[in-house]
């Protein structure tokens, strides 16, 4: 008398592997979803504590830091140390210092390669400031851009928004960022 083996079929192994295959590739979706989520809050928390610190250098000083251009945010404080040393304590984990540079950087992209928050004074339409990001992408000039008007200008309130900005530091494809 023979015995019946049981063991699987070659159907039956492939639609296995298969679902395995097809939640693998939903997870690793929503862990990306969620890191850039985390991504632009840990960006708009650096920016929102930059900007304390350079509201207790506008207390101290009158006005804001003067810049021809956009800069990058950490460079305003060259020369300054308390500006320095609150930038440094308040955009901890996302500033450091690179020989005598302070530099403040988002929360997107390569680690070993750094982008910086940079800042533009006046912002456009505006008598205050305004700090960029390139967002997700890692690059200027795309929608994912994110601008904080801490006093907002002559159209927008002050608030954070997702757009495009130019090297001039004006924006289009403006939208408010949902906090």
Not at 104 to 125: H, L, Q, R, S, T
Not at 133 to 139: E, I, M, N, V, W
């Amino acid at each position: 008398m023979k015995l019946k083996k049981s063991c699987f079929t070659l159907v039956e192994i492939l639609m296995v592997t298969g679902m395995i295959c097809l939640i693998a590739a939903l997870i690793a979706v929503a862990y990306n979803g969620v890191y850039r989520s985390w991504a632009t809050r840990n960006t708009i928390a650096t920016m929102k504590s930059a900007h304390l610190a350079l509201d207790k250098y506008m207390l101290e000083n009158g006005s804001y830091p003067q810049a021809t251009s956009r800069t990058k945010l950490g460079s305003l404080a060259s020369g300054n140390k308390q500006l320095e040393h609150d930038l440094l304590q308040n955009c901890a984990p996302y500033a450091g210092k690179d020989g005598s540079t302070v530099k403040v950087f988002d929360d997107f992209g390569d680690k070993d390669n750094i982008v910086e928050i940079e800042y533009v004074f006046p912002a456009a339409n505006s008598t205050s400031f305004a700090l960029l990001s390139r967002g997700k992408d890692g690059a200027f000039g795309t929608d994912d851009d994110i601008i904080y008007l801490p006093a907002g200008n002559n159209t927008l309130k002050p608030g954070f928004y997702m757009g495009i900005t130019t090297t001039d530091g004006s924006v289009s494809d403006i939208e408010p960022l949902a906090q």
